[in-house]
Nanobody, 125 residues
Framework: VQLQASGGGLVQAGDSLRLSCTAS????????RGWFRQAPGKEREFVAR????????RVAEFAKGRFTISRDVAKNTVFLQMNGLKAEDTAVYYC???????????????????WGQGTQVTVSS
C-alpha cells in the first residue's frame, strides 16, 4: 500500500488549506485512514481519523471547529480541510492507513501501518 499526500504549502494565519491523500489500493488494512503531524523537535501527534466503512470521524481537540476529515470513496482519497490556520499548525502532515478496530479509538501512531511521505504546512503569523 502506498499513500500519496499533497496539498501543503505556505499560507498566512487565518487561511485555509485542503490536504489530500490517495491510497494505491483499498484492503482490510486501509479501512482506517488518518492524519498526523510533526512539528520540529516534537513528537508526531494525532490530527484526525475516520473509518472508511462507516465514515466515523474524530479530530484532535486542537482541531475541533477548524479541521474536517472526509473521504472520496471512488477516488480512494481522504481529505483534511483545515480552516482558520494558526502559526502553531506549522508542521509536516502525514497521512496514514491501517486496519480499523472498533474497540480502539484509532488515534495513536501504532494503530496505523502505512504512512505517506508527508506534506509541509507552514503558517506565517
Amino acid at each position: 500500500v502506498q499513500l500519496q499526500a499533497s496539498g501543503g504549502g505556505l499560507v498566512q494565519a487565518g487561511d485555509s488549506l485542503r490536504l489530500s491523500c490517495t491510497a494505491s489500493t483499498h484492503t482490510l488494512k486501509t479501512t482506517a485512514r488518518g492524519w498526523f503531524r510533526q512539528a520540529p523537535g516534537k513528537e508526531r501527534e494525532f490530527v484526525a481519523r475516520l473509518s472508511w466503512a462507516t465514515n466515523d470521524a474524530r479530530v484532535a481537540e486542537f482541531a475541533k471547529g477548524r479541521f474536517t476529515i472526509s473521504r472520496d470513496v471512488a477516488k480512494n482519497t481522504v481529505f483534511l480541510q483545515m480552516n482558520g490556520l494558526k502559526a502553531e499548525d506549522t508542521a509536516v502532515y502525514y497521512c496514514a492507513a491501517g486496519r480499523w478496530i472498533t474497540s480502539q479509538p484509532m488515534t495513536t501512531k501504532n494503530s496505523f501501518e502505512y504512512w505517506g511521505q508527508g506534506t509541509q504546512v507552514t503558517v506565517s503569523s
